[in-house]
C-alpha cells in the first residue's frame, strides 16, 4: 500500500511539472483559517471530490405571534455585537383570503445573550394601535426591508455605529419626481435610528430584497449587495463606498459557471474565521415550480466573482413548513455562540404565508464545515500551487471514519519532498478536531520552511478535510 500511495504522489508531481504550473507566483497566506470551498488553493488532485455540506436543524428560535408581527415577517438580520446578539426582522401580516395586508409594515428587534433563546423588549419607541408597549424599532420609510449592521470602521463617528440601508423614496420636499432606491440610516446603539440623508443614496437596481452592506477593513470601504434585474432574470449587485453616502457605480456580480437563476435575497458577508473570504446564501426563487425558494451557498475572494453550488443547503423538508412561497431564506448572519466552538449557527425561515405567524429556525454547521475535500477507501491526494507563509504549525480541520486518516506533506519549487516535510515523515491522523496540529517525525517546526514557495501535499483515505491554517 505505500508502495502505491508514494507511486500516486509522484504520478501528480509529474503532472504538474508538465503542465507548467509552478511558473505560476506564489499565493501568500496569513494566518487565517484556509476553507476548501473551492480550488482555489488546488493545482492537482485525484481520487478527492468537493463535498457540500447541509446544516442540521435545530430548535425554533423566535415565532412572530404579536399583532404587530405576523405570518409574512422576514429579512432577518443578525449579528454578535459584545456579548450581546441582535436582531432586526420585518412585522408584516398578509391576510390570505382579503388578499391584503393587515397593518403596515415595521421594524422589530430582538435580542439574545447566547442566540438560541432571544427576548423581545418593549421598547417604547413607537406606537401600535394606542400602545408602545412592543419591540417596533423603525416606522417609516425602509421599514420594508431595513437591514442593519454593528459599523467596524475605526474612524466610524461614535453617532453612526450602527448602520442600516432599507428601500423607499425620496422624502425631499421640492422634488419634482421623487427617486426609488435604498435609504441610509444611523445609529449610536442600535435601537434609536435616524436618516443620514432625505433621499436615497443608491438608485440603480430593483431593490424589493434584502439588501445590505458592511464596511470591510480589508478594502478600506464599505461594500453593499442589492438585487436588479439581469436581462429579465433576478440577480445581485455590488456597490463600495467610502463614507456610506456616496457609492459607486454598482455592477452586477460575475460567477465561475454560466447558468441563468432568479437569486433574491443574497445574505452575504465576510466569513469571521477568513475576512477575505465572502460567503453568500442566496435565495433562488423557481417561479415555474409553484415559486418555491430554496437557499444555495455561494462563495468569493474579492466580493465580486462568486462560485454557486447547485444543491440548496437547507431542503424544504428540514424540518417542515418550507415548501411555500418565500418560506424557507437564509437569515444574514454566521454566528459562533458561546455554549460551543465546534459549532456555527445560521437561521432559515419557515411557515411564511401558512399561519397566524410564521418562524425562525436555527440550523448548525461544524466550524468551516460548508465544504471538505473528501476521499473514500481509495486514497485520494491534492497538492496546492506554490504557497508562502511565516507559521510555526499547521493546523487541521478534518474528520475521520474509524480505518480513516490524512497525512501532510511539503516539496520545495523543484518538487522535491522537502526533508523531514514529506508525506511519509508525516504521523497519520485519525479522528474528529477543527483544530489538529499535524506533526512530522521529530516534531519539526514549520519556520525551518517559512517564506520560501513550497507545495502541500494533503493525502486523504475515508475522510473529509475542511479547512487548514498556518500559525
Not at 343 to 359: F, I, M, N
Not at 390 to 412: C, M, P, T
Not at 414 to 435: A, K, L
Request: aromatic residues 12%.
Amino acid at each position: 500500500m505505500k508502495i502505491v500511495k508514494t507511486i500516486l504522489l509522484h504520478v501528480l508531481v509529474f503532472q504538474t511539472i508538465c503542465r507548467g504550473l509552478h511558473a505560476n507566483e506564489p499565493i501568500h497566506l496569513n494566518q487565517d483559517h484556509q476553507l476548501f470551498v473551492d480550488d482555489r488553493l488546488i493545482d492537482q488532485s485525484q481520487g478527492v471530490e468537493f463535498t457540500l455540506h447541509q446544516p442540521a436543524p435545530q430548535e425554533v428560535v423566535l415565532v412572530t405571534d404579536k399583532p404587530w408581527e405576523g405570518n409574512t415577517c422576514a429579512y432577518y438580520s443578525i449579528f454578535q455585537d459584545g456579548k450581546r446578539y441582535r436582531m432586526y426582522y420585518r412585522g408584516s401580516h398578509w391576510d390570505t383570503e382579503k388578499k391584503a395586508a393587515t397593518h403596515e409594515e415595521v421594524v422589530c428587534y430582538a435580542e439574545s445573550e447566547d442566540g438560541i433563546h432571544w427576548n423581545k423588549p418593549a421598547l417604547g419607541l413607537f406606537e401600535f394601535e394606542g400602545s408602545k408597549e412592543n419591540n417596533i424599532v423603525w416606522n417609516g420609510v425602509g421599514s420594508h426591508n431595513f437591514t442593519p449592521f454593528v459599523d467596524n470602521n475605526p474612524n466610524c463617528p461614535p453617532e453612526s455605529r450602527y448602520k442600516a440601508l432599507g428601500r423607499g423614496r425620496s422624502l425631499k420636499p421640492g422634488d419634482k419626481k421623487s427617486k426609488h432606491g435604498l435609504f441610509a440610516f444611523q445609529s449610536s446603539d442600535g435601537l434609536q435610528w435616524q436618516l443620514m440623508s432625505q433621499t436615497p443614496v443608491i438608485t440603480e437596481g430593483a431593490f424589493d430584497s434584502q439588501n445590505l452592506a458592511f464596511y470591510d477593513p480589508r478594502r478600506g470601504e464599505y461594500v453593499e449587495y442589492h438585487r436588479w434585474f439581469n436581462q429579465g432574470v433576478r440577480d445581485i449587485m455590488l456597490c463600495t463606498s467610502q463614507d456610506f453616502l456616496h457609492w459607486s457605480k454598482p455592477v452586477g456580480l460575475k460567477y465561475e459557471q454560466d447558468y441563468r437563476e432568479h437569486l433574491y435575497t443574497n445574505a452575504i458577508g465576510p466569513y469571521f474565521r477568513s475576512p477575505s473570504l465572502y460567503l453568500g446564501f442566496p435565495t433562488r426563487y423557481l417561479p415555474d415550480e409553484g415559486q418555491r425558494v430554496e437557499p444555495i451557498l455561494m462563495t468569493s475572494h474579492d466580493g465580486l466573482k462568486f462560485k454557486r453550488w447547485r444543491e440548496p443547503v437547507v431542503s424544504e423538508d428540514a424540518p417542515s413548513d418550507r415548501s411555500g412561497n418565500r418560506s424557507n431564506y437564509m437569515a444574514r448572519g454566521v454566528l459562533q455562540l458561546p455554549s460551543d466552538d465546534n459549532q456555527l449557527s445560521v437561521y432559515a425561515t419557515e411557515a411564511y404565508y401558512t399561519g397566524p405567524d410564521s418562524r425562525l429556525r436555527r440550523f448548525t454547521y461544524r466550524t468551516d464545515g460548508f465544504v471538505s475535500l473528501h476521499a473514500g477507501e481509495n486514497t485520494g491526494s491534492v497538492i496546492t500551487h506554490d504557497i508562502v507563509f511565516n507559521a510555526e504549525e499547521l493546523l487541521v480541520n478534518v474528520k475521520s471514519q474509524a480505518n480513516g486518516y490524512i497525512r501532510v506533506g511539503f516539496y520545495d519549487s523543484n518538487q522535491n519532498p522537502i526533508s523531514g516535510f514529506g508525506v511519509d515523515d508525516c504521523e497519520p491522523f485519525h479522528g474528529d478536531s477543527i483544530g489538529e496540529r499535524i506533526r512530522w517525525k521529530g516534531n519539526p517546526s514549520l519556520k525551518a520552511i517559512s517564506g520560501q514557495a513550497v507545495r502541500m501535499i494533503i493525502e486523504i483515505r475515508n475522510a473529509d478535510v475542511f479547512s487548514f491554517q498556518l500559525r
